[in-house]
């Protein structure tokens, strides 16, 4: 955390209460382009009374908005969507300078993004209640939503458009008011983002933007009040703040990370498998959550496989995502690039073939690169067999039956993602049956609910009881009461 808020680059603001606020005389940190390694912008850290300040706005703003009618509220979103349709690209191309991902997975983010606005507009249906007359003689009953107060969220650097979007939109339709605080490494996003939704007409308060790291998401989830906290990241991160903000009596959704697998049966239509592979092992560089990081090849299916596959990775095209032609842009800053590169130093170290080693694929350039990299026989008791390793690297783990296939899959502690290849629907019935992972893509190799599905993680991959977006995003932020009513 070494930059100055002097700097000649862009400093990075808070929005509290309605207002764009430089914070100057912070701890600041560099926000760098993964591409070219140049700082591109100055992200402020917020101190306590930062945070205070956010919540409190937020909290002032929420005893207003929560009696403002639901088909008013989301007449907010409508105007927000239509600004994000048009300037959809603009927040792509900010993407990828910052991020570091190709512009066509830019683009298909912001695409998501804006998805999960679309079902947010129809809260006036979602959060309908059941009624029922004469549950007794004369007595009625119903039941009603109303939202809960002040939401946080603390999203990731993998996906800085479409992850808030998992949160406030629906957190905001429901009644409640938001403070959201992006990951410090890529802050620009967010920010033009909530630009945005400020132009759309959002009353003062009911939205708010603090930049910082473990202070700052401390200070959140110690704040009497803050009713809710949703959270996206790595699995330790994850648990730490369900335990800390349960404990305080918050309502808690935290989504960690994975180990995702890839099955292949011999019956599968190889060259499409191939394919679906490439983009779920390096799409986004590897950097997602649902990135498939294992290749389980069932029996005779590993030679056809392996052929196509690794002439495929070996083709790939890696350089500026921003550039024509490239598949595969950067790792996002230089020490996680140090970090994944690691990993594959590790594989080679414990025995692992390295079929494609990404460390040979560098471009001539300042940026952040590592190249695909698949490893062959790898073990169970491998690092990169066990660790999530969130770049570009895939292990291949040969089994000989279905049966194996799934129990390994069921040893792993993680329960994010997984896919099954395959033209025989019993094996896919089967597969999707018994596998305890809680999304599953036949011949898909990632398995992404679109907005109105949730996102269910299971095991060391998700912590709390509804997940992200979809029905269980309302259910989240919204408090169920009961009404009985009799009149005389």
Not at 81 to 101: C, M, P, Q, W
Not at 123 to 129: F, I
């Amino acid at each position: 955390m070494s930059a100055s808020i002097g700097s000649a680059v862009e400093t990075v603001s808070f929005y509290v209460n309605g207002v764009w606020e430089k914070a100057e005389g912070r701890t600041a940190s560099a926000v760098t382009n993964p591409a070219t390694g140049e700082n591109i912008a100055v992200v402020p850290y917020a101190t306590d009374g930062d945070v205070d300040r956010a919540v409190r706005a937020a909290h002032a703003a929420f005893l207003k908005w929560r009696d403002v009618p639901v088909v008013d509220r989301v007449q907010v979103l409508y105007r927000f969507k239509a600004l994000l349709d048009k300037f959809s690209d603009d927040v792509a191309a900010i993407l990828t300078r910052e991020n570091g991902k190709t512009s066509d997975d830019a683009k298909a983010e912001v695409r998501r993004m804006i998805q999960m606005v679309e079902v947010s507009c129809g809260m006036p249906s979602l959060m309908m209640g059941d009624s029922l007359n004469d549950v007794a003689q004369g007595i009625d009953c119903k039941t009603i939503r109303q939202p809960i107060g002040v939401c946080a969220g603390i999203t990731p650097f993998n996906f800085p458009a479409m992850v808030p979007m998992w949160m406030y939109p629906f957190a905001i339709a429901c009644g409640n008011t938001f403070v959201l605080k992006p990951s410090e490494k890529v802050p620009l996003t967010p920010t033009r983002v909530i630009e945005l939704l400020h132009d759309a007409g959002l009353p003062a308060g009911v939205m708010n933007l603090v930049h910082g790291g473990k202070e700052v998401v401390d200070a959140l989830l110690r704040h009497p009040l803050v009713r809710a906290i949703s959270f996206v990241g790595s699995t330790p991160v994850a648990k730490y703040i369900y335990a800390t903000a349960a404990i305080e009596g918050k309502r808690v959704q935290a989504l960690g990370g994975a180990k995702n697998h890839l099955v292949v049966m011999p019956d599968a239509d190889m060259p499409k498998a191939v394919e679906a592979i490439i983009g779920s092992a390096f799409g986004a560089a590897g950097e997602r959550c649902l990135a498939g990081s294992v290749l389980v090849p069932v029996g005779d299916a590993a030679s056809p496989l392996l052929e196509l596959l690794v002439k495929r990775t070996r083709s790939l095209a890696v350089g500026d995502g921003s550039e024509k032609g490239i598949e595969m842009g950067p790792l996002v800053t230089a020490d996680h690039c140090a970090r994944v590169t690691g990993y594959v130093e590790k594989g080679v170290d414990e025995g692992a073939t390295a079929l494609v080693d990404g460390r040979e694929r560098k471009p001539a350039s300042d940026g952040f690169y590592l190249g695909p990299t698949i490893f062959d026989n790898v073990t169970s008791e491998m690092t990169i067999a066990k660790e999530e390793i969130f770049g570009p690297v895939l292990s291949v783990m040969r089994v000989n039956t279905l049966d194996d296939a799934i129990n390994l899959v069921n040893r792993s502690p993680f329960g994010n993602a997984t896919a099954i290849f395959t033209s025989d629907g019993k094996s896919a019935r089967e597969y999707s049956s018994r596998i305890e992972v809680g999304m599953v893509g036949v011949n898909v190799g990632v398995a992404a609910p679109m907005a109105f599905f949730p996102f269910a993680g299971w095991k060391n991959s998700f912590f709390g009881d509804l997940h992200a977006h979809g029905k269980d995003a309302v259910s989240f932020y919204t408090e169920q009461k009961v009404i009985m009513s009799r009149w005389f």
